[in-house]
């Protein structure tokens, strides 16, 4: 069964610092996607980064760095000098390939403070 | 100039009755998804429509009847409303699953059932 794994909840943190947050994954495919979306408290879904199983390099997009490793089946994402703005809830998501759907984690809400 | 847009954002209704979400995409994709957000955060997916054919139905009970007049809109109506149906509603669409293509969400359906 595929499943996506947030373990932390809730994550405060102070402005500049740097703050991870962890997601684990489950599938028996050996072609899949992750994902991660934000949701601030405006409610709405924010695509952020969309990765491939195939490819396991980092990617950087200015604060903001993606770790994928298959051997640990995580998809981890760093929030580098965080700033108040970045105070939402964020989601990692395995998308099923039959079908399409997104299965996603259980979220963590992450909160910075000045 | 909305990507997809849902109406209505707010709804609150009774318990019994019968109401209608609407969406809309303009982003030329070929499948649309509903999902439910609970009160936990937690989303699931519900149905997704490829080109007005039904792809998934995730165990939604039958009050719950997905409508696709076109490739651009995708209503979920809701017969005999419960208290449980209370959620936030969310609407996506993609170009193409089976690549893993990304997901792009509409601002979501606040439904409070009374």
């Known amino acids: 069964a595929q499943k996506v794994t947030q373990a932390q909840t809730e994550i405060s943190v102070v402005e500049k610092e740097d703050v991870t947050l962890d997601c684990v994954y489950e599938?028996?495919?050996?072609?899949?996607?992750l994902f991660w979306y934000k949701q601030p408290p405006s409610g709405e879904l924010v695509f952020l980064i969309r990765?491939?199983?195939?490819?396991?390099q980092n990617e950087i997009s200015g604060r903001y760095s993606w770790n994928f490793q298959k051997s640990t089946s995580s998809f981890n994402f760093t929030i580098t000098a965080s700033q108040v703005v970045d105070s939402a809830v964020y989601f990692c998501?395995?998308?099923?390939?039959?079908?399409?759907?997104?299965?996603f984690g259980q979220g963590t809400e992450l909160s910075v403070k000045p | 100039d909305t990507a997809v847009s849902q109406t209505p954002k707010y709804l609150v209704t009774q318990m019994g009755n019968d109401k209608s979400i609407k969406c809309e995409q303009n982003?030329?994709?070929?499948?649309m998804y509903w999902y439910k957000q609970d009160s936990k955060k937690f989303l699931k997916i519900m149905f997704s429509?490829?080109?007005?054919?039904?792809?998934i139905n995730e165990t939604v009970p039958n009050r719950f009847s997905p409508k696709s007049p076109d490739k651009a809109h995708l209503n979920l109506h809701i017969n005999s409303l419960e208290l449980g149906d209370s959620a936030v509603y969310f609407c996506?669409?993609?170009?193409?699953?089976?690549?893993?293509?990304?997901?792009?969400f509409g601002p979501g359906t606040r439904l409070t059932v009374t």
């Open positions: 429509y490829n080109n007005k054919e039904l792809i």
């Open positions: 599938t028996r495919d050996t072609t899949y996607y």
């Open positions: 990765r491939n199983s195939f490819d396991e």
């Open positions: 996506a669409s993609s170009q193409d699953p089976s690549q893993g293509d990304e997901q792009y």
């Open positions: 982003l030329g994709h070929d499948t």
């Open positions: 998501a395995l998308s099923d390939l039959d079908g399409g759907k997104l299965i």
